[in-house]
């Protein structure tokens, strides 16, 4: 395959490519202020209330990856999900008329769970609180940093029951990825569009869109935005210290 590698040095503000018919392929943004920039990585290290959980990625550790192919393969990594979950909803299209939905039951005479129909948040919000309180409170600012294209997210999240919203707006799912290099992948039950924020002191880590025939070099601080349910993507080796949101 080839592709094209985008250094961040080369865009202004925003590089914003189109597919043939119009819509969005990949926007590019290193817009966030370097007022910010310089912050982000101590801020989110601050939410974790002085763990040491951010492993640096040196040459050394690479090599001696690189002599056992599984050994990066097998190294647990952490990712935690702080999400609105409502992976249940039901359609309804071919249930009969006039039967009300507590008296019906699934092929195979299983009880849908009803409650499982509405947003709830996932575990992990609730067995780190903290810690989702204190990334809400570090890192909302550059949630604003945002291109009008996540103006469809932010209708799907207000309208969620019970004028719950997000804290995370205009996300339904906030995840991050610490220490990792990602393999290869799509992420289906995203909603249209996700956006990959890079941050940690680094050099390497490029995010890969297969499809598209694209790298991104991303630094701290600088985002792109795709379509991640129909673009294989994953990011490449780095040196340092890397989070991605």
């Known amino acids: 395959d080839s592709f094209l590698v985008i250094p961040m040095s080369i865009i202004p503000g925003a590089l ?9 392929m990949a926007l590019i943004c290193t817009s966030v202020p370097s007022s910010m920039r310089s912050t982000l990585f101590s801020s989110l290290k601050s939410a974790f209330d002085g763990l040491d959980i951010f492993k640096n990625h040196t040459v050394t550790s690479i090599s001696e990856e690189s002599q056992d192919p599984q050994a990066e393969a097998n190294e647990p990594f952490s990712c935690t999900h702080f999400s609105h979950w409502n992976r249940y909803g039901l359609s309804g299209h071919t249930a009969p008329q006039g039967v009300h939905p507590h008296d019906l039951e699934a092929a195979g005479g299983r009880r849908t769970n009803l409650r499982q129909t509405l947003p709830y948040a996932s575990k992990e919000t609730f067995t780190h609180q903290q810690l ?3 990334i809400q409170a570090n890192l909302g600012e550059i949630l604003r940093h945002l291109p ?3 103006k469809v997210l ?4 207000d309208i969620l029951p019970n004028a719950e919203g997000s804290p995370v707006r205009p996300f339904l799912s906030l995840v991050m990825n610490i220490n990792v290099c990602t393999v290869a992948h799509r992420d289906a039950k995203d909603f249209e569009l996700c956006l990959v924020l890079a941050v940690g002191e680094f050099t390497g880590g490029g995010l890969v869109m297969r499809e598209q025939g694209l790298v991104a070099e991303l630094r701290n601080g600088d985002f792109a935005l795709f379509r991640s349910g129909e673009t294989t993507h994953f990011n490449l ?5 890397r989070v991605s949101l």
């Open 16 to 24: 914003d490519i189109r597919n043939s018919d119009g819509s969005l």
């Open 237 to 241: 080796d780095y040196l340092g210290r």
């Open 132 to 134: 989702y309180l204190n």
């Open 154 to 157: 932010v209708k799907l999240v």
């Open 148 to 150: 009008d294209e996540y």
